[in-house]
């Protein structure tokens, strides 16, 4: 395990800063990496490493959203309002009904198998996009009508919205049926979450006003408490929803509320872990594809893949309606909340696990999706934020 570490730390980086060079985000040279040395490349990593590949993955979420909490001032984020709340499913349900209509007659696919692939699809990626806003909110970019905030917001809380979704089409898939229930349970992990976030952000808030200890201890306390949240979601999922990564982000807000000198300190503490936990996520993202699911494909898929990326385009500009973004803002919004990666990776080749006839077309959308999408974001923000959002001096 420990060779694998070293072969994706350091062809990581080393990718990462070539497609840098070349004005391209390092993401895509971690990705490269990740399919050069998985299964369907060279077949370079240990199965060890493999096996914990979706903890690690998760674990580098933890990072970067814990990092982007403890940079989120609440206060933007009521500015924002109504379209913060819209942008959480609104996009979401735009790209499914897109998919749900052009599928069956691009891929030859069932109407419930079209909306396999749109939950599938259509979970939008904090990897690709938490870090980009963290990036315009300290140099002062869309300010002024809080841009950077109203994107995390939406990403922290679309992916909770899509997963109950596929996992009710795949219940419905194979035998099951609809239960209400598992919608109710989209609002109530969000409420528990953000609850639960919010005590034990104010129990840590005054521990550590209460007893000295250096920063870097906090931080793994900070950190051992997201690990728990985790968890806790995963103990309770039977009983009660609960949304870890929500919780943990509420978390950060809570630290940053109570204790903001100390949140600027650890942030920064954040950042640097970033760098190394940047590199394992898209590596591992990257190990996940399978480039023979890639040839198979046609021009059919990726055309499905476009039709639902203009289709999220249209539901981002629907909450945006009435606000007082500038057009040139809401092109931003329109092809920052496009990136896709993390959650494709996760339950891309579920459906076909489950031996669902669709599964093969489903994991080789989701591969799409990852290798189209994921770039085109991550290229689209980094060359077009300083153009299409107003800057403000940063205090």
């Excluded at 077949?43 to 989120?72: E, H, K, P």
């Excluded at 893949?305 to 945006?320: D, H, K, P, Q, S």
Aim: glycine share 6%; charged share 15%.
């Amino acid at each position: 395990m420990l060779t694998s570490l070293a072969l994706i730390f350091l062809l990581g980086l080393l990718l990462g800063s070539i497609f840098q060079k070349l004005r391209l985000p390092a993401l895509l040279g971690m990705i490269l990496t990740g399919i050069l040395l998985s299964p369907h490349g060279f077949n370079m990593l240990d199965d060890s490493l493999l096996v914990i590949a979706s903890d690690l993955r998760q674990l580098a979420l933890v990072i970067i959203l814990t990092r982007a909490g403890l940079s989120l001032n609440i206060n933007d984020l009521k500015k924002v309002g109504r379209p913060a709340i819209l942008m959480c499913f609104v996009p979401a349900c735009f790209e499914i009904i897109g998919i749900v209509i052009f599928a069956p007659h691009i891929m030859g696919v069932t109407i419930l198998e079209a909306a396999i692939i749109g939950s599938v699809v259509a979970a939008v990626s904090p990897a690709v996009i938490v870090p980009r806003m963290l990036r315009l909110m300290e140099e002062g970019y869309g300010k002024k009508h809080g841009i950077p905030q109203l994107i995390l917001a939406g990403a922290s809380v679309d992916d909770v919205f899509v997963i109950v979704l596929f996992s009710s089409f795949t219940s419905l898939a194979t035998g099951g049926e609809i239960n209400m229930v598992n919608f109710l349970k989209i609002p109530v992990s969000i409420v528990l979450g953000i609850l639960v976030g919010i005590l034990i952000g104010m129990f840590l808030s005054c521990f550590f006003k209460k007893f000295h200890m250096r920063d870097s201890v906090k931080l793994l306390i900070l950190l051992s408490f997201s690990f728990l949240l985790i968890e806790l979601e995963s103990l309770l999922k039977s009983y009660v929803p609960i949304s870890g990564l929500i919780a943990i982000m509420t978390l950060a807000i809570t630290i940053y509320r109570t204790y903001e000198v100390l949140a600027k300190r650890l942030s920064a503490r954040y950042n640097r872990l970033w760098v190394a936990a940047e590199v394992l996520l898209f590596v591992l993202v990257g190990a996940t594809v399978d480039l023979k699911y890639v040839y198979s494909a046609g021009f059919a898929a990726i055309l499905l893949v476009v039709i639902a990326l203009l289709f999220r385009m249209v539901g981002v500009l629907f909450c945006l309606v009435q606000t007082k973004l500038t057009k040139k803002e809401r092109v931003f919004c329109m092809i920052a909340y496009t990136p896709k990666a993390t959650v494709q990776a996760a339950i891309g080749a579920v459906p076909l696990s489950m031996g669902l006839a669709c599964g093969n077309k489903v994991l080789t959308v989701a591969v799409l999706a990852i290798l189209i999408t994921a770039p085109f974001g991550a290229i689209m923000i980094d060359s077009f934020y300083k153009k299409l959002c107003e800057k403000e001096e940063v205090e």
